[in-house]
């Protein structure tokens, strides 16, 4: 069994003939045989992707800031013309800036009074006191977050009844007043 064929063996059988231009329409079919439907899907994928993408990993906040910006201002300056010869120079509007500020302890706040019967007895200690402030300025809480000295629960209680009746000036941040949180040290010695 030969599987070398000769070519001059086989009789030679006519084929039907084609015009040229057929065969390029069938070629080119082929050849570009994206459909529109392929096209736009990879369209699509090319643009939602990178969007989807750019989102997700975007650290990036384009949130405006709405807080209103102060008038451009102007000054005037004298020239080398004289003293009554002047220029106006306008300034771009500048930002305003954030302003905050602390609670003020207002004037009449009284010291905890050093208990007598534990000044007597000798005991000292030191406490500060986490106090937290409401809108208003008036102490909503009290904590005591250090001690040192005695442990005496006695000189707690004294530094925390006193400082309930403080009152403050009210923390701000940008002119609107705010909750905040003070610490006050207080030192029962025998000395004071």
Known sequence: MSFISNPSSHPTQALPHRPAHADDRVRDDTADGA????????????????????ARHSDESFATDTRPVPAASRQ?????????AMTMIAHPPARAPISTQEAIPLPGNAMPKYPSDIAQAGIEGRRTARLQLDVQGQVS????????????LRL??????????WRFEPATRDGHAVVSSVQVPVEFTAER
């Open 141 to 152: 809480d009290v904590t005591i977050v250090d001690r040192s000295g005695s442990n005496d």
């Open 35 to 54: 459909s529109p439907w392929l096209w736009a899907t990879l369209l699509a994928v090319l643009v939602v992707l990178p969007t989807w993408w750019w």
């Open 156 to 165: 707690d209680a004294a530094v925390m009844d006193s400082l309930r009746q």
């Open 76 to 84: 005037i300056l004298p020239t080398s013309e004289g003293a009554r």
